[in-house]
């Protein structure tokens, strides 16, 4: 029986000492009730009236939209804001011993609200009242602003279809100047680690910039530099038209007195003409190039050449019996 005691003695004893799980719902209101109480969300956090260090990433999802028509630019993705207010740091000590992590609504505490200075629609500030902000005992503050953010982008088509483009999205914080806060890029480039490949469009490199403007208040520039994926244009677009146009030169060859070449030319236009009607183009960014699609195109360049090649057959045997 002591053989079998002493152990379960020992087990409970490490348990009580290591404190594993120790804290509970009350220490967590409590804890918000503490923190939260004289807490002025108007007021940023600032230690000694030093500016307040933002560190920010940003984490692409997928390139929702880029018209070339409309000017505009679709990203979807999630900024990442971490700065320290010391005003929300606490002892777990006094919470059951392992309490260090805690979650607050965004409109319970100071939060950076970004505005886009090139907005593709009206101006407004990101982010929502009911989001949540993960809150560290040592008052270092997490926030992660998931959204579609759109911007303008005015499009080069110099050499289109193998032309590509660089679009930014800039931001700044409204109010504040490089005295109150300092914006930092904690990446240099956009996480594409979560991406999702655009069909039509490949991202090349992509950048995140802070800089200082004139008039002393700092602006976020998102920079995505991306090219235009050409298997589609080449394959179901220029290589068909570029056929089509040589058949064209065929006309040449028909006998004058046959009195077909008008009628034939006519029917080559007409041909091009509803090629370029019927051609599938995939206006949306979730639309996926594959080799079924470049099938398909080309299924439809053979059928337009058959049918050019039976007028043309048709033709130069009615022209061969005229000239008997």
């Given at each position: 029986?002591?053989?079998?005691?002493t152990?379960?003695?020992?087990?409970?004893?490490?348990?009580?000492?290591?404190?594993?799980?120790?804290?509970?719902?009350?220490?967590?209101?409590?804890?918000?009730?503490?923190?939260l109480?004289?807490?002025?969300?108007?007021?940023?956090p600032?230690?000694?009236?030093?500016?307040?260090?933002?560190?920010?990433?940003?984490?692409?999802?997928?390139?929702?939209?880029?018209?070339e028509?409309?000017?505009?630019?679709?990203?979807?993705?999630?900024?990442?804001?971490?700065?320290?207010?010391?005003?929300?740091?606490?002892?777990?000590?006094?919470?059951?011993?392992?309490?260090?992590?805690t979650?607050?609504?965004?409109?319970?505490?100071?939060?950076?609200?970004?505005?886009?200075?090139?907005?593709?629609?009206?101006?407004?500030?990101?982010?929502?009242?009911?989001?949540?902000?993960?809150i560290?005992?040592?008052?270092?503050?997490?926030?992660?602003?998931?959204?579609?953010?759109?911007?303008?982008c005015?499009?080069?088509v110099?050499?289109?279809?193998?032309?590509?483009?660089?679009?930014?999205?800039?931001?700044?914080?409204?109010?504040?100047?490089?005295?109150?806060?300092?914006?930092?890029?904690?990446?240099?480039?956009?996480?594409?680690?979560?991406?999702?490949?655009?069909?039509?469009?490949?991202?090349?490199?992509?950048?995140?910039?802070?800089?200082?403007?004139?008039?002393?208040?700092?602006?976020?520039?998102?920079?995505?530099?991306?090219?235009?994926?050409?298997?589609?244009?080449?394959?179901?677009?220029?290589?068909?038209?570029?056929?089509?146009?040589?058949?064209?030169?065929?006309?040449?060859?028909?006998?004058?007195?046959?009195?077909?070449?008008?009628?034939?030319?006519?029917?080559?236009?007409?041909?091009?003409?509803?090629?370029?009607?019927?051609?599938?183009?995939?206006?949306?960014?979730?639309?996926?190039?594959?080799?079924?699609?470049?099938?398909?195109?080309?299924?439809r360049?053979?059928?337009?050449?058959?049918?050019?090649?039976?007028?043309?057959?048709?033709?130069?045997?009615?022209?061969?019996?005229?000239?008997?």
């Amino acid at each position: 029986m002591v053989l079998i005691i002493t152990p379960l003695v020992l087990l409970l004893v490490s348990v009580d000492y290591l404190g594993v799980a120790s804290y509970n719902v009350t220490h967590q209101t409590q804890l918000h009730t503490d923190v939260l109480t004289g807490y002025d969300r108007r007021v940023r956090p600032s230690d000694g009236g030093t500016p307040t260090l933002i560190g920010i990433t940003f984490n692409a999802v997928s390139l929702k939209e880029f018209s070339e028509s409309e000017g505009k630019i679709a990203l979807v993705g999630a900024f990442r804001f971490v700065w320290r207010d010391t005003r929300l740091a606490w002892n777990p000590a006094s919470y059951g011993g392992d309490l260090e992590r805690t979650v607050l609504y965004v409109k319970d505490i100071w939060v950076p609200k970004l505005v886009n200075m090139n907005p593709y629609g009206s101006v407004k500030m990101l982010g929502m009242s009911e989001m949540l902000c993960e809150i560290s005992y040592d008052g270092y503050i997490s926030f992660v602003l998931p959204d579609m953010f759109e911007s303008t982008c005015d499009a080069d088509v110099t050499n289109y279809p193998f032309d590509s483009q660089t679009c930014s999205l800039i931001y700044y914080i409204p109010g504040y100047y490089t005295d109150d806060i300092n914006l930092d890029a904690s990446d240099p480039t956009i996480d594409m680690v979560l991406y999702e490949e655009n069909g039509l469009w490949k991202i090349i490199n992509t950048s995140v910039t802070v800089a200082t403007q004139v008039t002393d208040f700092q602006i976020l520039k998102l920079t995505v530099n991306m090219e235009r994926r050409t298997t589609y244009y080449i394959a179901g677009l220029l290589l068909p038209i570029l056929l089509m146009n040589s058949i064209q030169l065929l006309v040449f060859i028909i006998p004058v007195e046959s009195g077909e070449r008008i009628g034939y030319s006519i029917t080559v236009l007409l041909a091009i003409a509803v090629f370029l009607t019927i051609i599938q183009d995939p206006v949306t960014s979730s639309y996926r190039v594959t080799w079924q699609d470049v099938g398909e195109a080309f299924d439809r360049m053979c059928l337009l050449l058959f049918i050019l090649s039976l007028i043309l057959n048709n033709a130069i045997y009615f022209a061969a019996i005229s000239l008997k």
